[in-house]
């Protein structure tokens, strides 16, 4: 980009685009401000577009235009004002590379499922420069080589884990505090294996106790959703004492510090609150089939399920005889 700055009795005009430079000197501020503008113009009329936003500046008209109709709006927030912090986000467009990708990817030190997302956000980002704002006709993350993704977690909870967490919530049946909330919400997890954004979204309104069910109208395959309730559910809602807005009133990403707190002082280790969904498959695929299983717990394709659902070849084994 440009600037203008006063040298001795002249105006110096520089004009840095990637590794494009120049330099020229005005004894006028207006005519180095001019010249400085054309040539920033004729490198853009050279590869027929705006050459001088940069990858950081795709970020935030991506955060400000396209994540917002997203439901994972705020992840995506999240991880481009962090990808924003990495020197990939200061190259500008014109000169971006698939090489300038593939280092990005090389110097990361996270899981390879946690990489392909943040560079599926990349690459949508890309996208919209190239096909919405004009900002760049090339496509650098085409030929990229991604890691593999991990396997899927089959992580559950063992022995008596449950009970620690929850003690280390300071819940014994009683919905008084925040914490509480925490903990009826992970149990309630357990029981309807619901996700941890349709908990947290859950309205009042929603709720039908003598139907004995919860109603979600835009879960994460954008279909609505009805889930049954057991009876130890209906008594966990029964337990909460406010019965209008919002089911759950403690903010969302607070409530994922404590709950992390809590395993920490529970010495439950490597568990995240989606464990609790995963659980929750898990116990219920003993109770209904297959298909009941999936239109309770949302999931369209039914191998999806398989992800989840984790019986022992012992436990298989006594269904068989």
Sequence with gaps: MASIRKRGDKWLAEVRIG???????????????????????????????????????????????????????????IRLEKLKRDDLANIVLTDLTTQDLQDWIDRQEISGSSIRREFNLISA????????????THEPQRDVSLPKANPSRDRLLVGDE???????????????????????ACLLAVETAMRQGEIW??????????EQYVSLPDTKNGTKRNVPLSKRAIELLKSIPTKT????????ASAGVTFRRACDLAEVKNFNFHDFRHEGITRLAKKLSVLELARMVGHKDLRSLQTYYNATATELASKLD
């Design 245 to 252: 807005g919002r089911v759950f009133t403690v903010n969302q």
């Design 162 to 184: 449950l009970s620690r967490i929850l003690l280390a919530l300071d819940y014994s049946g009683e919905v008084i505090t925040k914490r509480h909330q925490i903990a009826a």
């Design 125 to 136: 980002t890309l996208t919209a420069a190239r096909k919405k704002w004009k900002w760049l």
């Design 201 to 210: 979204g859950l309205e009042w309104d929603r709720v039908f106790i003598k």
């Design 19 to 77: 590794k494009f430079y120049k330099a020229k000197s005005f004894y006028s501020k207006l005519d180095a401000q001019s010249w400085a503008i054309e040539q920033e113009r004729a490198r853009g009329r050279e590869t027929n577009q705006p050459v001088i936003k940069t990858l950081s500046q795709a970020y935030d008209r991506y955060a400000k235009e396209i994540s917002p109709t997203h439901k994972g709006a705020r992840w995506e927030e």
